[in-house]
Nanobody
Framework: QVQLEESGGGLVQAGGSLRLSCAAS????????MGWFRQAPGKEREFVAA????????YYSDSVKGRSTISRNNAKNTVYLQMNSLKPEDTAVYYC????????????????????WGQGTQVTVSS
């Protein structure tokens, strides 16, 4: 199976930056997409960003577009999420996800489209 380990979360003041990392290990696939989702207490899990295998396709939620950049290093089996100009509403547990292929009716922004998930890393933005 695949294991995903997130890192880079923490406490940051509003306006600050964080770079989240997600390293995949275990089973390998010929190609796979990776994404980031987040969940705040009492709220639904929501899509944040995703990236295609080649890295040429990147996708962002409206809430982080313009402030965040997703990238990957396939040699390291790692995806990154650079988050700038952080806001208190960015506070959440951030989860990394991976899928070798999307099922019918799902795509990069769909939680159901991903097969493997990390344990999450906490991001707290103070005002």
């Amino acid at each position: 199976q695949v294991q995903l380990e997130e890192s880079g979360g923490g406490l940051v003041q509003a306006g600050g930056s964080l770079r989240l990392s997600c390293a995949a290990s275990g089973r390998t696939f010929s190609s796979y997409a990776m994404g980031w989702f987040r969940q705040a207490p009492g709220k639904e899990r929501e899509f944040v960003a995703a990236i295609s295998w080649s890295g040429l396709g990147t996708y962002y939620s409206d809430s982080v577009k313009g402030r965040s950049t997703i990238s990957r290093n396939n040699a390291k089996n790692t995806v990154y999420l650079q988050m700038n100009s952080l806001k208190p509403e960015d506070t959440a547990v951030y989860y990394c996800a991976l899928t070798p292929s999307f099922k019918g009716g799902t795509t990069y922004y769909s939680e159901r489209g991903y097969d493997y998930w990390g344990q999450g890393t906490q991001v707290t933005v103070s005002s």
